[in-house]
């Protein structure tokens, strides 16, 4: 689309859904974007439809199995009525599926003369709300037959099923907590071993520290580091069905990371210390999460960094802004993870805030966008010396108590990843968290 003169703007989230009207066939991937083009509405449909062709798509059942089917919903304010082309698209009301995505598009906020024509052509006196609303909206997700889902390694991870525990191995000298234990090629296999044996679904690898004032490192030595790591604990046979995340915000490191087996962009910086790094990761095809920080480790923790009036709506603000840029350099929404930062940029009680306002976080952040507020949500608050100052713990590797209440507390309020140092406890803790939440929605 984009070389054939489409600008996208938005994505929807990725939906896996049953089949409709012909359900003897494999089920289908929805989404949706919003774009801006000078093509009049019947040159674009005339391009959407050299682009199915050169996908793949021929004639056959109508509603059968097709490698690829793209409509126009809207096209601006316009209502268009042909022998070809019908806007808004006459089945909107009646489909989930084609609601789902759409309603992704937008903010909770309507903030465009565009949106607000876009809702007085729906059915419903509440608009596009009341239309979704009236199909069964956000309760037919993961019901119904419809799931969102990441697309990742050659698989779709319904990330939503049960909350991930992403383990830490840190590779390098100078981390808070467990800095210098794994620099040997040996030790981190065997940490790895350790963190798959104990549940850990995702192995995160980091060969940059990024505590408060710790000294940059080149990308070339970063991959030094890692690339070594990385290489045998892709051949470990217990990390099949398994996940790789590196820790970077080095586009270079990003890219070689990927092209050696990693699954996942871990960026700290959110694309801010790396003008490139929206751009591969787009090009890289693999999930991101996107942080927010202010400033760089040296400069995060200093006075102006940490002046905040509403924290968890100024992250959501900030954070918004990242995933806006990375969206615009070509990476869907459906792709991106985000992490408000916790112990980047903040005082502990921003820590606490943000810990205990993480669904205010995702509301804020809809007022903007529909789709990026669904994004699964990381935390990190492992070991951090906010738990260290409340709890009376200066040494990290007291703080697992503290951080198994922290994870405890997010998970219960909306966190779909948690990052650890000790994963075993964690594990058990999310476990119960989960069956929690799946007994309230039980009782719901």
Wanted: aromatic letters at 6%.
């Amino acid at each position: 689309m984009r070389k054939m003169g489409i600008n996208i703007t938005r994505h929807a989230c990725l939906y896996e859904t049953a089949p409709a009207y012909v359900t003897d066939q494999p089920r289908f991937l929805n989404s949706a974007v919003r774009a801006v083009t000078k093509l009049g509405p019947h040159e674009l449909l005339g391009v959407l439809k050299k682009i199915e062709k050169d996908m793949g798509r021929t004639g056959g059942i109508r509603y059968g199995p097709r490698p690829i089917d793209l409509d126009i919903l809207f096209y601006g304010k316009y209502q268009i009525g042909s022998d070809i082309l019908t806007v808004p698209h006459v089945r909107i009301w009646e489909r989930p599926f084609v609601m789902a995505p759409l309603m992704d598009l937008l903010g909770s906020v309507i903030d465009s003369d565009t949106i607000a024509c876009w809702h007085s052509f729906s059915t419903d006196s509440d608009g596009l709300f009341g239309s979704w609303e009236k199909l069964g909206g956000e309760s037919l997700i993961g019901k119904e037959g419809m799931k969102r889902v990441l697309p990742i390694r050659n698989h779709l991870w319904e990330w939503s099923e049960k909350t991930s525990v992403m383990g830490i191995l840190n590779l390098t000298p100078d981390s808070f907590s467990d800095g210098g234990k794994f620099l040997s090629v040996e030790n981190a296999v065997s940490h790895v071993h350790s963190m798959i044996s104990e549940g850990a679904d995702i192995v995160d690898i980091g060969a940059q520290s990024t505590q408060p004032m710790a000294s940059r490192i080149s990308a070339e030595e970063e991959l030094d580091r890692l690339i070594p790591v990385l290489e045998a604990v892709l051949e470990m046979p217990e990390m099949q069905g398994k996940l790789i995340s590196v820790d970077t915000f080095y586009s270079d490191v990003a890219s070689e990371a990927v092209n050696k087996g990693a699954h996942i962009i871990n960026d700290v910086s959110a694309g801010q210390l790396d003008p490139n790094m929206h751009e591969m990761v787009a090009s890289l095809d693999v999930p991101y999460i996107a942080m927010h920080m202010r400033g760089d480790p040296t400069t995060m923790q200093s006075s102006d960094n940490l002046q905040y009036d509403d924290v968890c709506s100024q992250v959501a603000s900030e954070l918004f802004s990242r995933v806006k840029d990375a969206e615009l350099s070509g990476v869907p929404a459906w792709r991106i993870i985000i992490d408000p930062g916790i112990g980047f940029s903040k005082k502990t009680e921003h820590n606490l805030e943000i810990l205990a306002g993480l669904p205010a976080i995702r509301t804020e952040i809809a007022k903007r966008s529909i789709a990026v507020s669904h994004a699964p949500l990381l935390i990190g608050p492992s070991r951090k010396r906010f738990l260290g100052e409340i709890c009376n713990r200066p040494a990290a590797v007291e703080r697992d108590s503290a951080t198994i209440a922290s994870v405890t507390a997010g998970t219960l309020g909306g966190a779909n990843i948690v990052r650890v140092h000790n994963v075993k406890d964690n594990v058990d803790a999310v476990k119960v968290c989960d069956a929690m939440l799946k007994e309230r929605r039980t009782q719901s």
